[in-house]
């Protein structure tokens, strides 16, 4: 355990970070399976809304815990899987 108060303090904020790291990790997992169940089921309107929103959670997740060519990456896949799908 940390001894001096700004070391507490720290913790603290530490835990709070990983916690709303965590979340924002689940919410896009969560996002990217919704995706991928809508083209399974040739969903196009349901599809096309869950890629708008993990575009959206994977551009916020550059400015805390997520690198930017990771995030352009995952979002470079889905859109290639959505054009897949429905380009025919």
Same mark, same amino acid.
């Given at each position: 355990?940390?001894?001096? !108060?700004?070391?507490?303090?720290? /913790?603290? !904020?530490?835990i709070k970070?990983?916690?709303?790291? /965590?979340?924002?990790?689940?919410?896009?997992?969560e996002?990217?399976?919704?995706?991928?169940i809508? /083209?399974?089921?040739k969903?196009?309107?349901?599809a096309?809304?869950? /890629?708008?929103?993990?575009? +959206?959670?994977?551009?916020?997740?550059?400015?805390?815990?997520?690198? !930017?060519?990771?995030?352009?990456?995952?979002?470079s +896949?889905?859109a290639q899987?959505?054009?897949?799908?429905?380009s025919?």
């Amino acid at each position: 355990m940390p001894k001096t !108060k700004s070391a507490q303090k720290e /913790l603290r !904020k530490n835990i709070k970070r990983r916690i709303r790291n /965590l979340k924002r990790k689940k919410q896009i997992k969560e996002t990217i399976k919704q995706f991928l169940i809508a /083209l399974k089921n040739k969903d196009q309107e349901k599809a096309k809304e869950y /890629l708008s929103l993990a575009y +959206k959670y994977l551009d916020k997740a550059t400015k805390t815990f997520m690198h !930017k060519n990771t995030a352009n990456r995952i979002k470079s +896949k889905l859109a290639q899987k959505f054009n897949k799908a429905f380009s025919a």
